[in-house]
């Protein structure tokens, strides 16, 4: 087969670009493990409505100005989706979804989380100003995804 020059160039350019990314992302996954922290907690996606704790979702004082927020995520809420919790708590949200990925996204903070199917994902955050915390999923989940919201009430 018979190339041009500036077609092959092009060709171990675009090749070489496409291996370097794959070993760079590779050696951060294996060697750094940067994997999703997720991973290592896994549940049925079809069963989390009987697999504890998403049995029982809501909001539980787990010590002295400690809380824990049970969720589930599905097209398109959150359970429970009426969340108060006093100023200066340290919240930790236990998610997982019950269908597709969705988001996790606390406006104003730097909680950012995906809540993938058969996956728990915990993400502990400190809230100190007193306010109304947008709740918003950001990953595209179909039909309904710009009206999954909840808030977070501080106070
Ligand atoms: Cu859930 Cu978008």
Not at 25 to 53: N, R
Not at 100 to 118: D, E, L, R, S, Y
Not at 120 to 142: A, M, R, S, W
């Amino acid at each position: 087969m018979k190339m041009h020059r500036f077609e092959e160039i092009f060709l171990i350019i675009g090749v070489a670009i496409l291996v370097l990314s794959m070993v760079v992302t590779g050696y951060q996954t294996f060697a750094l493990e940067m994997g999703p922290p997720s991973h290592t907690e896994t549940i049925d996606p079809q069963k989390v409505d009987e697999t504890a704790p998403f049995d029982n979702p809501g909001v539980f004082q787990t010590g002295d100005n400690e809380y824990e927020v049970v969720m589930t995520l599905q097209v398109f809420s959150f359970t429970p989706n009426q969340i108060e919790v006093p100023v200066g708590s340290e919240v930790t949200f236990t998610m997982t979804s019950k269908d597709v990925t969705h988001g996790f996204q606390i406006a104003g903070t730097n909680v950012n989380a995906m809540v993938m199917p058969g996956h728990i994902q915990k993400i502990t955050e400190t809230f100190d100003e007193p306010g109304e915390y947008l709740v918003l999923c950001n990953e595209y989940c179909g039909a309904g995804h710009q009206m999954m919201a909840t808030t977070i009430t501080v106070k």
